[in-house]
């Protein structure tokens, strides 16, 4: 019998994981379905490597359909860290209209004054200290690339945005930021400051958190409506029942809805279809499938230019508003220092990923097993004003290809093919066939008011029709931020932890 039980030491989890264990007299149990490396020499190089994502061998293996016509992998984390041990490091806040918007749909205590100081606690930003904006003492560091250590691409890329009059922003976590720059990004050196580093490491020695790794929960424990604790198996496949006053889910956008559904919180139908006995009709969960759609528009290098598969793939970014969008900065442009394989043509790549989504997805379970993995359709840009804001982003990334620094480091643009036609109807086709997710999937246990019939957490995780349980990770997000979705999911570890912290007993602890 535990008092909290965290379920996923990913973003959000590793962050609730040492927050909760701060109090010496409170026991945690933080249970993580990947292998955890206490050992830093134990460290695989592709988890310390943040030069490029690691995909090979700690990898949940899911497939997605990103538009009807196509079926892809969907990377995510299984390791402790979860899949910030895992992602490009790139280390963006949303705009503080994001959050605010969260506010405003009935859910007090998200409004940007009040998250501002999670996003100052969890960052120790090596560029701007302590200040209004930012914070010098948190677990994890951020810091921007100097131009003196960019590649030739992105020095390229920085030039041409100012040809192209994109204002120069070096700040890109300043609330009014817009423009191009350097990427703020979680690493030193090469070294991923995941958060299995940054928030795991310091707390794990603690007598009273107990780290269970290479452990999947099969299913949450109920008495009637009450969440009492978590059936475990481990990657031996033995099987047995932990107990809990607070189960926490922290398994992520698309694994939380997933098991909540596996254990009887879902929509009635589909829970009966797998034999799975209803404990409380949510036909929410695994609704409003949230991300970033995007598509590339890939180069072939000139003899010559130096395009390096062991550099930084991202090390800045531009944010800005397409013409006639309703939201500021509804549009992002990442120039990828290569793309390809190392041992083909010498290939770059510049990516438009839609910022401000207005379409959703949704997932489905397969079966009742923890082995099942959900079925996720996204339906990217079949909302006609998604599709509209990418076209014009698309229009604008290739806009970048025609630029003086670019050009020269040009010999053909592989990807959209350029006799194929480059009118709006052509792109739009392009991007209804092969759209991508920019990997931010979130909202598919949607924090809300209980008046909202889609909700299903409160403002602090807990489930509205369940007691004991609370949801704290990327799928409580009730619409995705304008940014890449790593720092918001600590931040929702920071804040839903300081809100347990200030009212345990309302968490029943
Ligand atoms: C390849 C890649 C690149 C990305 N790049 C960036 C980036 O550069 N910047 C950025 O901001 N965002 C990036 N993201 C997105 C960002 O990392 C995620 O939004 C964020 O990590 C989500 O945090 P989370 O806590 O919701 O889930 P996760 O961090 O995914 O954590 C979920 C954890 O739960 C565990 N788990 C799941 N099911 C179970 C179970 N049944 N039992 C036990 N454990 C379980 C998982 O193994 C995992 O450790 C990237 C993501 C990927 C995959």
Redesign the pocket.
């Known amino acids: 019998m535990y008092d909290v039980i965290i379920?996923?030491?990913?973003?959000?989890?590793?962050v609730l994981a040492n927050r909760l264990s701060e109090d010496p007299n409170r026991t945690v149990l933080l249970?993580?379905?990947?292998p955890d490396y206490v050992e830093p020499k134990t460290l695989p190089f592709e988890l310390i490597n943040s030069h490029r994502?690691?995909?090979k061998d700690h990898?949940?293996g899911l497939d997605y359909a990103p538009t009807q016509s196509q079926q892809s992998k969907?990377?995510?984390?299984?390791?402790?860290?979860?899949?910030?041990?895992?992602?490009?490091?790139?280390?963006?806040r949303g705009l503080p209209e994001d959050y605010n918007a969260w506010a405003q749909a009935g859910n007090p205590g998200w409004e940007w004054e009040s998250v501002l100081p999670h996003f100052k606690r969890l960052e120790r930003d090596l560029d701007y200290g302590d200040n209004d904006d930012h914070g010098d003492a948190g677990p994890i560091s951020i810091r921007r690339y100097p131009k003196s250590e960019m590649t030739e691409v992105h020095q390229a890329f920085l030039a041409d945005a100012d040809t192209l009059g994109y204002p120069e922003c070096h700040d890109a976590n300043a609330p009014q930021s817009t423009g191009a720059g350097p990427q703020p990004?979680?690493k030193l050196g090469r070294l991923r400051i995941s958060?299995a580093i940054g928030y795991l490491a310091p707390a794990r020695f603690r007598p009273n958190l107990t780290v269970l790794a290479s452990?999947?929960?099969?299913r949450l424990l109920f008495e009637k409506k009450r969440c009492i604790g978590a059936e475990?198996t481990s990657n031996e496949g033995t099987l047995r029942q932990v107990f809990a006053k607070l189960n926490i889910v922290?398994?992520?956008?698309?694994?939380?809805p997933?098991?909540l559904m596996r254990s009887g919180l879902g929509p009635p139908d589909m829970l009966n279809a797998f034999g799975i006995e209803t404990i409380e009709s949510e036909p929410f969960v695994g609704q409003n499938l949230c991300d970033h759609p995007a598509i590339s528009v890939v180069c072939l290098a000139k003899p010559g230019c130096n395009i390096d598969h062991d550099a930084p793939i991202?090390q800045t970014i531009l944010r800005y508003t397409t013409e006639r969008a309703e939201h500021r900065n509804n549009m992002q442009i990442e120039q990828l220092s290569y793309a390809g394989a190392p041992t083909g043509p010498a290939r770059f790549a510049i990516a438009a990923c839609l910022e401000y989504q207005y379409g959703r997805g949704s997932l489905q379970l397969t079966g009742p097993h923890?082995k099942d993995l959900p079925l996720i359709s996204n339906h990217f840009c079949e909302d006609q004003r998604d599709l509209r804001a990418l076209v014009e982003g698309l229009k604008d990334t290739l806009a970048f290809t025609q630029q003086p620094a670019l050009r020269g480091m040009i010999d053909s643009i592989s990807f959209p093919d350029p006799n194929r036609g480059s009118k709006d109807s052509d792109l739009a086709g392009l991007i209804q066939r092969f759209a991508g997710s920019?990997?931010?999937?979130?909202g598919t246990v949607k924090m809300g008011p209980k008046e909202d019939p889609s909700a299903v957490v409160g403002s602090s995780g807990e489930l509205h029709r369940c007691d004991g349980l609370v949801v704290?990770?990327?799928?409580i997000m009730p619409q995705v931020p304008r940014?890449?979705?790593?720092?918001?999911?600590?931040m929702?570890?920071e804040k839903i932890s300081q809100d347990i912290n200030r009212h345990p007993s309302h968490f029943g602890l």
């Open positions: 379920i996923g030491a990913g973003s959000s989890g590793s249970i993580e379905a990947g994502n690691a995909l990898d949940w969907l990377p995510r984390g299984k390791v402790t860290g979860g899949s910030s041990a895992v992602n490009t490091t790139i280390a963006l990004m979680n958060c452990t999947s929960v099969s475990i922290s398994a992520g956008a698309l694994l939380t997933t098991l991202i923890a920019g990997y931010h999937p979130c704290a990770d990327a799928s940014a890449n979705t790593n720092l918001t999911a600590i929702i570890g």
